[in-house]
């Protein structure tokens, strides 16, 4: 039956606007995208009555689905009973719809690809398809002639986030004194977020430490972080790139509740050895000295 979900999803690719256009023929396109939007709206519609019927008219007579696992269903008949099979073990559920791309090879002939989810009434987790279509014009009408399931792998913000892919890996400080600093950088799942874990040690015995989250801010358009430390105190920061070095502008919470404000500089010396340093250091109203530069090297 997650199977269904997904079908019934991907349904909706084809009918949402969105997409990239075509540079070759723009006029053309954006007339196509304006009657694809249309049938988006007419979709949404049918699919939160749960009318399979009407679901199925987005095909075409011939339309072909095979789904991840390279099951088939051809032609409307099909494809109108994977709805009801859908709609009456699901009522209620919701649509939601990622447009990748579109590209219109001709002036009535479109492939796409996409994400699909879709969300049970009850609200657990979604079932997600990732889908190439072929969507063609019949008699004034676009319609889906092809389709083709894959295994979706969630969006990912790496490409945001791979300037810092040099720090992925272990570092210690490079330091004689009792008290060293060790960080490892990781990326978590889906390379969303980039883990940090870091602690001074005394000995090579943990004294304080905490995790770091960083990841992609889409609606600020830069890169963030969130820290909590051993001590109880969290902090968030606002990353800025200037070549090879970072500023990272924080703003924390101590346990006691006092704010503390600093900027912390990272700069990428080579491959395996970086510096860190936190200036413009404030504590509520009075101001701290900065810290010395510590110096960290790659290990194993």
């Avoid at 709805?83 to 590209?103: D, M, P, Q, S």
């Avoid at 358009?221 to 606002?238: L, Y």
Wanted: hydrophobic share 40%; aromatic share 8%.
């Amino acid at each position: 039956m997650r199977k269904l979900l997904c079908m019934s999803a991907l349904l909706g690719l084809v009918l949402l606007a969105g997409s990239r256009l075509s540079a070759d023929d723009p006029k053309g396109n954006a007339e196509a995208e304006a009657a694809i939007q249309k049938q988006a709206e007419e979709f949404v519609a049918a699919f939160n009555k749960g009318d399979a019927k009407a679901l199925a008219e987005f095909w075409t007579e011939e339309g072909d689905y095979i789904d991840a696992v390279g099951r088939q269903r051809k032609g409307r008949k099909a494809i109108t009973e994977a709805y009801e099979k859908l709609f009456a073990a699901k009522k209620g559920a919701k649509l939601n719809i990622t447009v990748l791309a579109r590209r219109f090879v001709k002036p009535d002939f479109a492939i796409e690809d996409g994400l699909t989810e879709v969300f049970p009434a009850d609200g657990g987790p979604p079932s997600t398809a990732r889908d190439t279509l072929v969507h063609v014009k019949q008699d004034g009408r676009w319609l889906v002639d092809t389709v083709r399931e894959a295994v979706a792998a969630p969006p990912s913000n790496h490409e945001h986030l791979e300037v810092l892919e040099w720090l992925v890996g272990n570092w210690a400080e490079e330091s004689e004194h009792p008290e060293a600093g060790k960080v490892s950088y990781a990326w978590a799942h889906n390379q969303n977020f980039l883990l940090v874990s870091y602690a001074t040690t005394r000995k090579d015995i943990p004294v304080s430490g905490g995790v770091q989250w960083i990841g992609w801010d889409p609606a600020g358009k830069r890169i963030r972080s969130w820290s909590f430390d051993t001590s109880g105190a969290f902090s968030e920061g606002v990353w800025a790139r200037d070549g090879q070095k970072w500023a990272v502008r924080s703003v924390a919470t101590l346990r006691d509740g006092q704010k503390v404000s600093a900027t912390n500089i990272i700069t990428k010396v080579d491959r395996d050895h970086f510096t860190w340093q936190s200036v413009k250091r404030s504590r509520g109203e009075k101001e701290l000295p900065d810290t010395p530069i510590l110096k960290l090297k790659r290990v194993k």
